[in-house]
């Protein structure tokens, strides 16, 4: 198959943010939204482990694994043909030990990511550089990092304060210098982001950050508007799709009751000329 001549790469991502071009990032989980997405233009496409919320149903991203984002990441590769393909590290597949870190992004990638992403600095930045050496790109996160929502008490605005403000800075610093290509950065004051986003040579990309990040990211269900619970501040509702479904959904309900559904029109008949 041809590779796209536009098809977007770690280095293209990274050009953009030179070139002041601002790179554009939603989460899928399988083919045809994957499509959609990667049809529509959208430059990076994040197989979130998200997942575990908007499709799975969980409270927290901690229960899902290395084999559901494996076979997520297999069923958005597949509808994807320019766009980036950045596929989440699940809790504890990168952080026991170096061995196991690589072993599991290599299966990502097999099965068709482009690039990983895993949340926090600190310890995670002898995993990056590891990663990085094997040939395997990453993508930092940081601010809030859902996969530690226990240690935040919550799903809280991050770095508040002066002193964590810096240590944002630091990290995303850090992270640059283990090799990421680029940083997601979660619920934080528009200010801490945009000074991070000018102190760092990588893009960083925001969601609840701002607008002066490079690029912006939102879940997809939350922008979709799939869920009837009242949005995050930071999601902007582009579609109601709970709404248009479930219209859909008692229409046919009552079509198929009524007997008006299957019309001639759906149905095969013996008599051709019918
Ligand atoms: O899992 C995810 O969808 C994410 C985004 C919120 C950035 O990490």
């Given at each position: 198959m041809a590779t796209p001549i536009d098809k977007v790469t770690t280095l293209r991502v990274m050009k953009?943010?030179?070139?002041?071009?601002?790179?554009?990032?939603?989460?899928?989980?399988?083919?045809?939204?994957?499509?959609?997405?990667?049809?529509?233009?959208?430059?990076?496409?994040?197989?979130?482990?998200?997942?575990?919320?908007?499709?799975?149903?969980?409270?927290?991203?901690?229960?899902?694994?290395?084999?559901?984002?494996?076979?997520?990441?297999?069923?958005?590769?597949?509808?994807?043909?320019?766009?980036?393909?950045?596929?989440?590290?699940?809790?504890?597949?990168?952080?026991?030990?170096?061995?196991?870190?690589?072993?599991?992004?290599?299966?990502?990638?097999?099965?068709?990511?482009?690039?990983?992403?895993?949340?926090?600095?600190?310890?995670?930045?002898?995993?990056?550089?590891?990663?990085?050496?094997?040939?395997?790109?990453?993508?930092?996160?940081?601010?809030?990092?859902?996969?530690?929502?226990?240690?935040?008490?919550?799903?809280?605005?991050?770095?508040?304060?002066?002193?964590?403000?810096?240590?944002?800075?630091?990290?995303?610093?850090?992270l640059a210098a283990a090799g990421c290509f680029a940083i997601i950065l979660e619920k934080v004051p528009a200010e801490a982001a945009s000074r991070v986003t000018k102190a760092v040579q990588i893009p960083v990309i925001g969601i609840g950050a701002g607008p002066e990040c490079d690029g912006q990211i939102l879940v997809l269900q939350d922008m979709l508007g799939m869920f009837e619970d009242e949005p995050y501040k930071f999601v902007k509702r582009y579609a109601e799709l709970n709404r248009m479904t479930r219209q859909a959904v008692q229409e046919y309900v009552a079509e198929v009751r009524q007997g008006k559904f299957p019309g001639p029109e759906h149905s095969f008949y013996t008599d051709e000329n019918r």
């Amino acid at each position: 198959m041809a590779t796209p001549i536009d098809k977007v790469t770690t280095l293209r991502v990274m050009k953009k943010k030179m070139r002041g071009e601002k790179i554009v990032c939603l989460t899928a989980y399988d083919y045809p939204f994957a499509r959609i997405l990667d049809e529509a233009g959208v430059d990076i496409i994040l197989v979130g482990d998200s997942v575990a919320n908007v499709v799975y149903g969980m409270k927290t991203t901690i229960g899902i694994g290395m084999e559901e984002m494996v076979y997520h990441t297999r069923a958005v590769a597949s509808g994807v043909k320019r766009a980036l393909v950045v596929s989440d590290m699940p809790f504890l597949s990168y952080q026991v030990s170096l061995e196991q870190a690589i072993e599991n992004a290599g299966r990502l990638l097999k099965a068709g990511a482009e690039a990983v992403k895993l949340e926090g600095a600190g310890p995670v930045l002898e995993t990056v550089r590891r990663l990085v050496g094997c040939g395997i790109p990453v993508m930092g996160h940081l601010g809030l990092t859902p996969q530690s929502v226990h240690k935040l008490g919550g799903y809280r605005l991050q770095a508040r304060r002066p002193e964590e403000q810096e240590k944002l800075l630091t990290d995303a610093q850090a992270l640059a210098a283990a090799g990421c290509f680029a940083i997601i950065l979660e619920k934080v004051p528009a200010e801490a982001a945009s000074r991070v986003t000018k102190a760092v040579q990588i893009p960083v990309i925001g969601i609840g950050a701002g607008p002066e990040c490079d690029g912006q990211i939102l879940v997809l269900q939350d922008m979709l508007g799939m869920f009837e619970d009242e949005p995050y501040k930071f999601v902007k509702r582009y579609a109601e799709l709970n709404r248009m479904t479930r219209q859909a959904v008692q229409e046919y309900v009552a079509e198929v009751r009524q007997g008006k559904f299957p019309g001639p029109e759906h149905s095969f008949y013996t008599d051709e000329n019918r």
